[in-house]
């Protein structure tokens, strides 16, 4: 009976299953065809994420089912992607704590059936303890017999400090200003010229750019960041030529402008050309001369001239490419990383002489040593919290370091585009990272100089080189592409010839930053416009492209005429595609910075 009954249980299940009618007698064999599910759920192998890392892989999705295979991801966030089955940041992106302490991410699986499920993902940020120097640039002495940090670049900031001082210098000379003060003309020369070239006439002088107040800082005169010379002069591109990959005292080197007055036509010739037009400004308030522009309208900032070139602009902004640029790539990041890292430096330093050349090349980046534990709205002074408004005091000592806690320069614009961008980028972490690891091979290979590396570290240290450059040369293209969105809709504002004095002000200083920084491309050989052996658009973007870029802006804006802005705009448009092109710029970004 027990035999019987499980005969006639398995008739039963059997006739259910091939679709048998009790009663109908078929003897149709055909299988029934499954009834496809959808997925039900997505899980993820990790639910924390790394900040601080360029393409970090989070972990591997996987999805219940009633298959399991065909199964597959997609995302909606655009900074990750899937490969394979693991979620990932792109290459060039991180996440940064100070940003976003979570970050929520939509999967969508698909089964092969085309049915679907979809799950919000939430991801953990994992803070990185800046203590152990894996996100902050900071490294020990790894010489024998010395101790403490063996990290040092106080000229590069001393020379961050004298070139905005120029800018705050000259940025206080409007028309009433002059007036009111008596400032002379003969005295506004003698110091520019102290402050470009002659050190030792303002090394114990306040750094006034920072305000009236210097009691948050433990530098108060240039004396306290750098007691031996560092001019301006002596280090712009031409005037430093022991480790410069073009002769820029030639004549023919330097492109990007063409009429330097009576001065050379090199880079420290268009700062001197830019002093004289300054100092030429001041001469006519002296004179009791009214400044006016090609138009007529008042002038009333005594360094934008009647062409609509804004002085104050031009000088800082040549000043960060042909000197902080230059010197950062093209020096220490170039030729330089070919010095010791066996022995002390000069035997007295706790530092190799390698380390001090990457050391100076990052210094004249200008990040803060902690500059991946701000937020982008910080480093940009836009938002965020207080005590990381462009400085931190990173070693609770009460005042702020210039040398490490100051946040200078490019590395600030890094930020700004970052926060700008339709499409995320982020030039801050792939900067930064890069000189950190960089930094790191040194520091972790003191003993053993680059040419000795194996092959394999010396590929990486060479792209670590490579990327951080880069990425430092695309926040200078990306702010480029801002200020050319800034000059086209400046031109909209005035070009009925109906426009105030402030419009007119806002139109030279978009245009000088916009040309001042576009000057800069030329002087790293990491550059796409320099045909780096690692641009991959080595073939179709190099010199001859700059020098169109160059072309389509010309030498000053134009001031006046319908049909020449409505030419001038087309050409700011094709320059910015020329930009785009080099850099790989996604077109919402550049539409929109």
Not at 7 to 36: E, F, M, Q, R, Y
Request: charged share 25%; net charge negative; proline share 2%.
């Amino acid at each position: 009976m027990i035999n019987l009954r499980k005969s006639a249980l398995a008739s039963a299940v059997l006739a259910a299953a091939i679709g048998l009618t009790g009663c109908g007698g078929s003897d149709s064999k055909d299988p029934v065809t499954p009834v496809n599910q959808a997925p039900t759920d997505i899980q993820i192998s990790t639910s924390t994420i790394s900040e601080d890392t360029l393409g970090v892989v989070v972990g591997a999705l996987t999805a219940t089912d009633d298959a399991t295979s065909g199964l597959t991801f997609s995302i909606e966030d655009e900074r990750f992607e899937i490969v394979g089955t693991d979620l990932k940041l792109k290459d060039a992106l991180a996440v940064n704590f100070e940003e976003e302490q979570e970050v929520t991410v939509n999967v969508t699986v698909t089964d092969a059936g085309g049915l679907t499920f979809s799950k919000a993902l939430t991801l953990t940020v994992e803070d990185i303890d800046a203590e152990n120097g894996v996100n902050v640039y900071e490294f020990d002495s790894k010489l024998a017999g010395f101790s403490g940090s063996s990290v040092s670049y106080s000229g590069q900031t001393a020379r961050h400090a004298l070139s905005a001082e120029i800018k705050h210098y000259m940025g206080l000379m409007t028309v009433e200003y002059i007036e009111t003060n008596g400032i002379m003309a003969a005295d506004v020369r003698a110091k520019l010229n102290a402050l470009w070239g002659d050190y030792a006439a303002v090394v114990d002088s306040s750094i006034s750019h920072l305000g009236d107040d210097l009691s948050s800082y433990k530098q108060k005169t240039f004396f306290d960041i750098s007691e031996t010379d560092k001019s301006l002069s002596g280090k712009i591109a031409g005037n430093d030529p022991s480790k410069m990959y073009k002769v820029w005292d030639d004549g023919q080197s330097f492109k990007g402008w063409s009429d330097f007055g009576t001065q050379a036509a090199t880079p420290e010739g268009l700062v001197l050309h830019y002093f004289d037009l300054f100092v030429t400004q001041i001469e006519k308030v002296n004179a009791g001369d009214a400044l006016v522009d090609a138009n007529g309208v008042a002038i009333s900032k005594a360094y934008i001239t009647p062409e609509g070139l804004d002085l104050v602009q031009l000088v800082q902004k040549h000043t960060l490419g042909a000197l902080m640029f230059s010197q950062g790539t093209d020096d220490y990041l170039g030729e330089g990383l070919a010095s010791d890292n066996k022995v002390s430096d000069k035997g007295t330093k706790t530092y190799t002489a390698l380390e001090h050349q990457f050391d100076e090349g990052f210094g004249y980046f200008g990040a803060s040593r902690n500059y991946l534990e701000y937020a982008d709205s910080e480093i940009a002074k836009k938002a965020g919290r207080e005590n990381f408004q462009g400085k931190n005091d990173i070693n609770g000592d009460g005042v702020i370091d210039l040398t490490s806690e100051f946040i200078w320069g490019n590395s600030s614009n890094a930020a700004k585009r970052d926060l700008g961008a339709e499409v995320a980028t982020d030039l801050t972490a792939k900067a930064m990272t890069h000189f950190i690891a960089g930094r790191k091979m040194i520091s972790d290979n003191v003993g053993k100089n680059v040419d000795e590396f194996s092959a394999e570290d010396k590929t990486k240290f060479e792209n670590h080189v490579f990327q951080a450059a880069l990425a430092w040369e695309k926040a200078i293209a990306a702010t480029v592409v801002h200020y050319i969105n800034d000059v086209i809709a400046d031109i909209e504002n005035i070009e009925d010839g109906e426009y105030t004095s402030a419009e007119f002000a806002d139109y030279a200083k978009h245009w000088g930053e916009m040309k001042g920084f576009a000057l800069n491309f030329q002087f790293s050989p990491f550059s796409p416009f320099a045909n780096h052996a690692l641009n991959p658009k080595k073939d179709t973007v190099g010199p001859t492209q700059f020098v169109e870029m160059h072309d389509l802006f010309g030498d000053m804006p134009v001031l006046a005429g319908a049909d020449e802005f409505a030419n001038y705009k087309a050409k700011l448009i094709a320059a910015r595609d020329i930009l785009d092109n080099a850099y790989d710029f996604a077109d919402a970004n550049s539409e929109n910075w």
